[in-house]
């Protein structure tokens, strides 16, 4: 089993090509993430590799983008438009605090 050690709002890659990844936003139900133990005030959105054919808890993140101003997400969608191919993973999109 594999685990996540903050609140987050999660969303699924949509292409075929991508079944283990996922995206993790900073969720708006929680003041401070917690990752590692340690409390953190930082917004992300990170991708992360969610393979229950590798060993351990811990997810591996592939990347991690702080947002603008420190909003945290209150939705996020991962759709298959363009999967075909412009967009081969699909388009993401996520709704943050504040309206943004």
Same mark, same amino acid.
Do not use: H, N
């Given at each position: ?10 969303? /699924?890659?949509? *292409? ?10 900073? $969720?708006?139900?929680?003041? *401070? ?9 930082? *917004? ?19 990347? $991690?983008?702080?947002?603008? =101003?420190?909003?945290?997400? $209150?939705?996020? $969608? /991962?759709?298959?438009? =363009? ?11 996520? =709704? ?5």
């Amino acid at each position: 089993a594999k685990q996540c050690r903050r609140t987050a709002t999660v969303a /699924w890659c949509a *292409a075929e090509a991508a079944p283990t990844l996922m995206a993790m936003g900073s $969720s708006a139900s929680s003041a *401070a993430g917690i990752v590692g133990g340690d409390i953190s005030t930082e *917004a992300t959105l990170d991708l992360v590799s969610f393979d229950l054919a590798k060993p351990g808890q811990d997810m591996d993140v592939l990347a $991690s983008v702080r947002t603008e =101003g420190g909003r945290r997400f $209150s939705s996020i $969608s /991962w759709g298959s438009f =363009g999967v075909e191919a412009t967009f081969p993973y699909g388009i993401l999109a996520g =709704g943050l605090q504040e309206g943004v």
